[in-house]
T-cell receptor, first 112, second 111 residues
Framework: KQEVTQIPAALSVPEGENLVLNCSFT??????LQWFRQDPGKGLTSLLL?????REQTSGRLNASLDKSSGRSTLYIAASQPGDSATYLC???????????FGSGTRLLVRP | DTEVTQTPKHLVMGMTNKKSLKCEQH?????MYWYKQKAKKPPELMFV???????INESVPSRFSPECPNSSLLNLHLHALQPEDSALYLC??????????FGEGSRLTVL
């Protein structure tokens, strides 16, 4: 059974720091992996989608990598800003069946 | 337009009430989803519709009744809910195997 883990559960950094959020999964046979951002009381915003055949995806200051063999993905945020403060969730799709398995998220606080 | 629109944003209902949550998307996505999210927890999948047919029902109690009237609309009918059903209800849509787009959610409180 696929399990997705995100460590740390919470992270506090000063503004301007580059940071890495981690996501690990137990079964390397995945279809794709998606990173989301969620602000308190709001819906999820899709940040990046990595297909199983891809190694990384980039959008602005965000870069997500995927290493299926080791069951890991990282989300790199460059030059963090207070507006980046949110909960970041990764989710794995085991196949094309529409199911997503979510990690518990990392709550990020970027201090001015 | 990469928007999923949910109404109402907030809903308070008694345990004997009947209400509905609504979701709309115009991205041409043929998969639509209902998720339930409790505080400080990840979303939990409830239902998936694919091409307007119910594809996945994650053993959700019958007091939650989904409906997909057409490819752009998704409803969740609520009846005889319990206080523990209070949560944020999220709608999402996608192409098959593609990126999920979520709405802002409907915050439900059951008294």
């Amino acid at each position: 059974k696929q399990e997705v883990t995100q460590i740390p559960a919470a992270l506090s950094v000063p503004e301007g720091e580059n940071l890495v959020l981690n996501c690990s999964f137990t079964d390397s046979a995945i279809y794709n992996l998606q990173w989301f951002r969620q602000d308190p009381g709001k819906g999820l915003t899709s940040l990046l989608l990595i297909q199983s055949s891809q190694r990384e995806q980039t959008s602005g200051r965000l870069n997500a990598s995927l290493d299926k063999s080791s069951g890991r993905s990282t989300l790199y945020i460059a030059a963090s800003q207070p507006g980046d403060s949110a909960t970041y969730l990764c989710a794995v799709s085991p196949d094309s069946s529409y199911k997503l398995i979510f990690g518990s998220g990392t709550r990020l606080l970027v201090r001015p | 337009d990469t928007e999923v629109t949910q109404t109402p944003k907030h809903l308070v209902m008694g345990m004997t009430n009947k209400k509905s949550l609504k979701c709309e998307q115009h991205m041409g996505h043929r998969a639509m989803y209902w998720y339930k999210q409790k505080a400080k927890k990840p979303p939990e999948l409830m239902f998936v519709y694919s091409y307007e047919k119910l594809s996945i029902n994650e053993s959700v109690p019958s007091r939650f009744s989904p409906e997909c009237p057409n490819s752009s609309l998704l409803n969740l009918h609520l009846h005889a809910l319990q206080p523990e059903d209070s949560a944020l209800y999220l709608c999402a849509s996608s192409l098959q195997g593609g990126e999920l787009f979520f709405g802002e959610g409907s915050r439900l409180t059951v008294l």
